[in-house]
T-cell receptor, first 115, second 114 residues
Framework: DAGVIQSPRHEVTEMGQEVTLRCKPI?????LFWYRQTMMRGLELLIY????????DSGMPEDRFSAKMPNASFSTLKIQPSEPRDSAVYFC?????????????FGPGTRLTVL | QQPVQSPQAVILREGEDAVINCSSS?????VHWYRQKHGEAPVFLMI?????EQKGHEKISASFNEKKQQSSLYLTASQLSYSGTYFC???????????????FGKGTKLSVIP
């Protein structure tokens, strides 16, 4: 398997623009997680899905952030409008089942810079 | 609430040992350990599920003390390839089961020098 695939790998945008990050989980994995990593706050869970259904979005920082998973092989994280403080590396991860018994496989990440 | 890792950073010479600690204020169901090299994604090392459980992965092992809500990662006879940032991810216990999500510590940066 190709592993978790994320696109784009790098994104530079201007404040106020809409940003869409994409993720393809490993085939057969039931759980998908979106994380944000910054030096100050570390690796934060934003939202996670089970069988395409959002389970917990309490980590989404503001209404400017939204995530969808229209099918088992695709998810998006959208920021609209973007702000400089959104600059971070965004990781998507998937796992076969619940994290109690299964490792999370991380994608390569999208490095977002908002000017 | 984010688990607390210590130390924040450590420098080792090849062949030396290190211990990285992870402490939580919440009751835990499982603890994960990941290693991240600069510019790369975190990579899974191991899961500890039961209180008092110990696991090994080559020369890297870990323990989980459920009562103390603590986990420790042990790196023995360190190699240059061990350099990176180590994260613990904790899963809160919820009604006798797990909460299905991880909260990560801020990481411990390990540098192994020749």
């Amino acid at each position: 398997d190709a592993g978790v695939i994320q696109s784009p790998r790098h994104e530079v945008t201007e404040m106020g623009q809409e940003v869409t990050l994409r993720c393809k989980p490993i085939s057969g994995h039931d759980y998908l997680f979106w994380y944000r990593q910054t030096m100050m706050r570390g690796l934060e869970l934003l939202i996670y899905f089970n069988n395409n259904v959002p389970i917990d979005d309490s980590g989404m920082p503001e209404d400017r952030f939204s995530a969808k998973m229209p099918n088992a092989s695709f998810s998006t994280l959208k920021i609209q409008p973007s702000e400089p403080r959104d600059s971070a590396v965004y990781f998507c991860a998937s796992s076969l089942s619940g994290v109690s018994y299964n490792e999370q496989f991380f994608g390569p990440g999208t490095r977002l810079t908002v000017l | 609430q984010q688990p607390v890792q210590s130390p924040q950073a450590v420098i080792l010479r090849e062949g030396e040992d290190a211990v990285i600690n992870c402490s939580s204020s919440k009751a835990l169901y499982s603890v994960h350990w990941y290693r991240q090299k600069h510019g790369e994604a975190p990579v899974f090392l191991m899961i500890l599920l039961k209180g008092g459980e110990q696991k090994g992965h080559e020369k890297i092992s870990a323990s989980f003390n459920e009562k103390k809500q603590q986990s420790s990662l042990y790196l023995t006879a360190s190699q240059l390839s061990y350099s990176g940032t180590y994260f613990c991810g904790t899963e809160k216990a919820y009604s006798g089961a797990g909460s299905y999500q991880l909260t990560f510590g801020k990481g411990t940066k390990l540098s192994v020098i020749p």
